[in-house]
C-alpha cells in the first residue's frame, strides 16, 4: 500500500505528515526547529529514499539537510554545499527552491536561491555548482527584489526534454533554457504589471509561481502579482486568465497531478491587504485550462478567516483521487482527498507555513 508523506516547512522548522489514510496522519517535528524551512523534496530516484530539506538561520545562513529515514536522523554538511564562489561577489541568503532533474537526469537536483541564482547537482545533491549561463546573464544586474527578496523559487523541468526548462524569479520574471542552462532568454511576453514604468516589460515581472499542465508540457500557468496567465507554447506568449476569480492577486498557482486543464489557485485581496477576501478562505479551480474558475468550500472556514498562502504552501498528491494541501501563515494545514470536493483541517497551531511538498512511498 502506498503511503502519502506531507513535508510542511516552517519559520520555526520542518514537519513530517505520514500516513496510508489522508485523514490520519502521523506528525513527528519539528526537525531542525527554530530554522526556516522554504523548500523540501523527496528523492526516491536510484533506489534512494531521501527527503532534502532547505533549513535557514538568521546567525549562520542556509544549509541543505538530509534523511534516508523519513526524519528520525539528519545530515548537515559540516561546509555549506550551497554557496557561491568567491568571483561571484555574492553571498547565499536562503535556498527557495529544491527540485528533481528531468527525465535521464537521476542524480540531478536543481536550487534556486536568493540572490537570484540557479545551481545543479550531479551527485544526487552531494554537491552543487552555479549555474554560470544564468548568473552572467546580461538581465541580472538589473533585476530588483520582490517584497520578499531577490529570489529563485520555481524550477520546472521539462518532462520529455531534459535540456528544457523554466525558472521564475521575483521580480525578474520567467527565463527559459533550451540548451540544460548554458545560455536563457526572458520569456514574459504577454504579462503585464501596471505598476512598472513599462508595464509589458521584457523582465522586471514579479512572477510568484508557475505549474505546468498535466496533459501538455507546454501549456502553463502562471500567477504574477496582478494576474493569472496561461502559455500554450512553453511560455513564449503568456494570455490572462482571470473570469470567475474575485481577485488576480495571490501567490500559489498549482496543476492537477493527472487531469489536462486542471489546476488551482488562492486569491488573495491585494498586494496591499495580502489576506483572502472577504474573511473567507477559498481555493478556485479551473477545468478547462483557465477559461472559468470556481470556488471550492466545503469544509473551509466561510468567515473570520484572514490568512495568507504563500507561493509554495500548496501543493498536490498523486494518490487517487488527487490530494490538495495548504498551509497559511497562521499556522493551519487544511487538505483534500477528493480533488478539493471537501476540505478538513490537518493540523493547527504550526508556525507560520512557508512550504508545503508531496511525495508518495511506495
Known sequence: MSQLLLMVGTTKG??????????????????????????????DRGGRSRILAAAASMHFGASLMSSDDLGASWHEPDVPIVAFPADSGAALANIWQLALGGPGQDDVIWAGVEPA?????????????LVRGLWDHPHRPQWEP???????????????????????????????????????????????????????????????????????????????????????????????????????????????????????TLPLHSDM????????????????????????????????????????????????????WFGTRTGQVYGSADEGASWSMAADLLPPVTCVKTAVLA
Open 273 to 324: 491587504v495580502r489576506l483572502t477576501p472577504d474573511g473567507q478562505i477559498r481555493v478556485y479551480r479551473t477545468t478547462d485550462a483557465g477559461e472559468q474558475w470556481e470556488p471550492l468550500a466545503d469544509g473551509l472556514p466561510a468567515h473570520d478567516a484572514h490568512a495568507t498562502v504563500l507561493r509554495d504552501a500548496f501543493a498536490a498528491d498523486v494518490l487517487e483521487p488527487a490530494g490538495l
Open 146 to 264: 520582490g517584497g520578499g527578496g531577490l529570489c529563485l523559487h520555481t524550477v520546472l523541468a521539462h518532462p520529455t526534454d531534459p535540456e528544457r526548462m523554466l525558472i521564475a524569479i521575483s521580480a525578474a520574471g520567467v527565463y527559459a533554457t533550451d540548451d540544460g542552462g548554458a545560455s536563457w532568454r526572458a520569456s514574459n511576453t504577454g504579462i503585464k504589471a501596471d505598476f512598472l514604468p513599462d508595464p509589458s516589460a521584457e523582465f522586471g515581472q514579479c512572477v510568484h509561481k508557475m505549474a505546468r499542465d498535466a496533459g501538455n508540457p507546454d501549456r502553463l500557468y502562471l500567477q504574477h502579482h496582478w494576474g493569472i496567465y496561461r502559455s500554450d507554447d512553453g511560455g513564449a506568449q503568456w494570455s490572462p486568465i482571470e473570469k470567475g476569480v474575485p481577485s488576480t492577486f495571490g501567490f500559489p498557482v498549482v496543476a492537477h497531478p493527472r487531469d489536462a486543464g486542471t489546476a488551482y
Open 117 to 129: 541564482a540557479l545551481f545543479r547537482s550531479a551527485d544526487a545533491g552531494a554537491s552543487f555548482e
Open 14 to 43: 520542518l514537519f513530517l505528515f505520514t500516513g496510508d489514510d489522508r485523514g490520519a496522519l502521523t506528525r513527528s517535528g519539528p526537525h531542525f526547529p527554530g530554522r526556516s524551512v522554504y523548500s523540501a523534496v523527496y528523492d
